[in-house]
């Protein structure tokens, strides 16, 4: 069983990067694929990006391809989600979540069973 712990949230101004970690601490870690979701206020959670188990695979939402950067450590059991160029809309509560997989993922939420705390983003000026 994993438990993740997401970090790295905050407020930023139009055009800012962040940075988000996901922690996980749990066996088999590299057994696990990574997604990104969010959910801002009064929408449904919505995929954002995956990283494979890997890492040899990497899947974004049309709405932030070029701008978000997924990646992994799996020696430190930890996924980054590197944001850049971000706007007022990316404004959300940021979730990773694992689901085993052997090779890989996807961005719908099936299947995820694991899922953090999640951690708020803010893009205000």
């Known amino acids: 069983q994993l438990q993740l712990v997401e970090s790295g949230g905050g407020l930023v101004q139009p055009g800012g990067s962040l940075s988000l970690s996901c922690a996980a601490s749990?066996?088999?870690?590299?057994?696990?694929?990574i997604g990104w979701f969010r959910q801002a206020p009064g929408n449904e959670r919505e995929g954002v990006s995956c990283?494979?188990?890997?890492?040899?695979?990497?899947i974004y939402a049309d709405s932030v391809k070029g701008r978000f950067s997924a990646s992994r450590d799996n020696a430190k059991n930890t996924v980054y989600l590197q944001m850049n160029s971000l706007k007022p809309e990316d404004t959300s509560i940021f979730y990773c979540?694992?689901?085993?997989?052997?090779?890989?993922?996807?961005?719908?939420?099936?299947?995820?069973?694991?899922w953090g705390q999640g951690t708020q983003v803010t893009v205000s000026s």
């Open positions: 979540a694992a689901v085993e997989l052997f090779s890989g993922c996807d961005l719908s939420q099936v299947g995820y069973n694991y």
């Open positions: 749990g066996p088999f870690f590299d057994y696990y694929a």
């Open positions: 990283i494979s188990s890997h890492g040899d695979t990497t």
